[in-house]
């Protein structure tokens, strides 16, 4: 660390990658996140893996020192403070301190944004002109995304994998989905061998097994090919203080285990007067649409080079809370609504093409929309969307 930190010192003026600060006592805490966001976007464009803002040093490369949080928990403490305001609670790889002859200097690892994800800061996108801090133009930001355009991470092919690394159940429930979807096929489909099928059904490529198939149909044992991405819903029950109450983990084949994360979901009846009448209208408390249709599109819109899981939060008060990771690529669910139409690209095309033609999904764009309206006829609470750390 003291060969980084002489050779940032060595730097003839800041760039776009570098930033110092005196911070002799303290340091303004939006700034520094505003300055987390420009440099790690900035790392990304420049190709670089990280950033460094520096603590302790004057903008003429003199050392001052700081005494910004002396307490080691303190400033470690800082890297969640950071995650909680930035896209996918991304923070420092790591703070270093660094004991230099004229002072205490505090080096700041910022890792670069993950390709195809600007970093934004308390819902804003920061970038640099040369020294300066500045909003990220819109040019940049649009170069970040488009680096993701040209692959699909769902579409990639396995040569090492077969079709003997697929779930035997799953195929068989796979067939029956295609069925229902396709039934002007069904006559001609029963005949076609499990390669076919699986080809047929936009599950390989040419007879190579992709990263969609293993997600979909592997077996629990495969799930290693999709490393290190993780293939596991994780179900959660909270009672009414938010306290865990029960849990179970769920991996490939996701074709089967939707279903077994749904049977998890306590299937309680809700009764509510209708206006003009004494007898009580009896529903189920969650409408199987709704549950399905969240959990099948977290699958299919997930980020799955962030490595995060999809999360499904039961609470015993009467609310499902689903979670995947990952930027909302249209933007807001208002958009959604009022378009009423298919999302113009997406980030796993190969998995959602898959997932349409089992029977999971639709890509005509209503099913966010179709959400509000059941929920509306049922006179229950209509979705909520949190897309902060989208």
């Given at each position: 660390?003291?060969?980084?930190?002489?050779?940032?010192?060595?730097?003839?003026?800041?760039?776009?990658?570098?930033?110092?600060?005196?911070?002799?006592?303290?340091?303004d805490f939006n700034k520094l996140g505003k300055y987390f966001s420009a440099l790690s976007n900035e790392a990304?464009?420049?190709?670089?893996?990280?950033?460094?803002?520096?603590?302790?040093?004057?903008?003429?490369?003199?050392?001052?020192?700081?005494?910004?949080?002396?307490?080691?928990?303190?400033?470690?403490?800082?890297?969640?403070?950071?995650?909680?305001?930035?896209?996918?609670?991304?923070?420092?790889?790591?703070?270093?301190?660094?004991?230099?002859?004229?002072?205490?200097?505090?080096?700041?690892?910022?890792?670069?944004?993950?390709?195809?994800?600007?970093?934004?800061?308390?819902g804003h996108y920061y970038g640099r002109d040369g020294e300066s801090l500045g909003p990220l133009n819109l040019?940049?930001?649009?170069?970040?995304?488009?680096?993701?355009?040209?692959?699909?991470?769902?579409?990639?092919?396995?040569?090492?994998?077969?079709?003997?690394?697929?779930?035997?159940?799953?195929?068989?429930?796979?067939?029956?989905?295609?069925?229902?979807?396709?039934?002007?096929?069904?006559?001609?489909?029963?005949?076609?061998?499990?390669?076919?099928?699986?080809?047929?059904?936009?599950?390989?490529?040419?007879?190579?097994?992709?990263?969609?198939?293993?997600?979909?149909?592997?077996?629990?044992?495969?799930?290693?090919?999709?490393?290190?991405?993780?293939?596991?819903?994780?179900?959660?029950?909270?009672?009414?203080?938010?306290?865990?109450?029960?849990?179970?983990?769920?991996?490939?084949?996701?074709?089967?285990?939707?279903?077994?994360?749904?049977?998890?979901?306590?299937?309680?009846?809700?009764?509510?007067?209708?206006?003009?009448?004494?007898?009580?209208?009896?529903?189920?408390?969650?409408?199987?649409?709704?549950?399905?249709?969240?959990?099948?599109?977290?699958?299919?819109?997930?980020?799955?080079?962030?490595?995060?899981?999809?999360?499904?939060?039961?609470?015993?008060?009467?609310?499902?809370?689903?979670?995947?990771?990952?930027?909302?690529?249209?933007?807001?669910?208002?958009?959604?609504?009022?378009?009423?139409?298919?999302?113009?690209?997406?980030?796993?095309?190969?998995?959602?093409?898959?997932?349409?033609?089992?029977?999971?999904?639709?890509?005509?764009?209503?099913?966010?929309?179709?959400?509000?309206?059941?929920?509306?006829?049922?006179?229950?609470?209509?979705?909520?969307?949190?897309?902060?750390?989208?």
């Amino acid at each position: 660390m003291n060969e980084i930190l002489n050779n940032l010192l060595s730097l003839h003026s800041e760039s776009e990658i570098a930033e110092f600060k005196e911070a002799r006592n303290s340091f303004d805490f939006n700034k520094l996140g505003k300055y987390f966001s420009a440099l790690s976007n900035e790392a990304n464009l420049k190709k670089l893996k990280c950033a460094w803002l520096v603590f302790g040093v004057k903008d003429n490369r003199t050392v001052v020192g700081s005494q910004f949080r002396t307490n080691l928990q303190d400033l470690q403490s800082l890297k969640k403070e950071i995650a909680d305001k930035t896209t996918s609670r991304l923070t420092f790889v790591d703070i270093h301190e660094i004991e230099h002859p004229d002072g205490r200097v505090l080096l700041f690892e910022i890792p670069a944004a993950p390709q195809g994800l600007p970093i934004a800061w308390d819902g804003h996108y920061y970038g640099r002109d040369g020294e300066s801090l500045g909003p990220l133009n819109l040019e940049e930001i649009e170069r970040i995304r488009r680096q993701n355009r040209a692959s699909d991470w769902s579409a990639v092919t396995l040569p090492s994998a077969s079709i003997t690394d697929l779930e035997p159940a799953a195929i068989e429930q796979a067939r029956e989905n295609f069925f229902q979807k396709n039934p002007k096929l069904v006559q001609e489909a029963k005949q076609w061998d499990i390669a076919t099928f699986l080809n047929k059904a936009k599950l390989t490529i040419n007879g190579q097994i992709t990263r969609a198939a293993i997600l979909l149909l592997g077996k629990a044992e495969s799930s290693h090919f999709l490393n290190p991405a993780s293939a596991t819903i994780t179900w959660i029950l909270k009672d009414r203080d938010g306290l865990e109450r029960d849990y179970q983990h769920f991996g490939c084949p996701l074709l089967l285990g939707v279903d077994e994360v749904f049977h998890k979901i306590r299937p309680l009846k809700y009764r509510y007067m209708k206006e003009g009448t004494l007898f009580p209208e009896e529903v189920e408390q969650y409408d199987p649409y709704i549950i399905r249709e969240a959990l099948n599109n977290a699958i299919a819109h997930q980020d799955y080079e962030l490595g995060g899981k999809i999360t499904l939060v039961e609470f015993e008060d009467g609310r499902l809370c689903f979670s995947n990771v990952g930027q909302f690529i249209p933007g807001s669910v208002e958009s959604v609504i009022q378009t009423d139409a298919p999302e113009s690209r997406y980030r796993n095309r190969f998995l959602t093409d898959a997932m349409v033609n089992l029977n999971m999904i639709d890509t005509i764009g209503s099913g966010i929309r179709k959400m509000f309206l059941i929920q509306k006829k049922r006179f229950f609470p209509l979705p909520e969307y949190d897309l902060k750390n989208s």
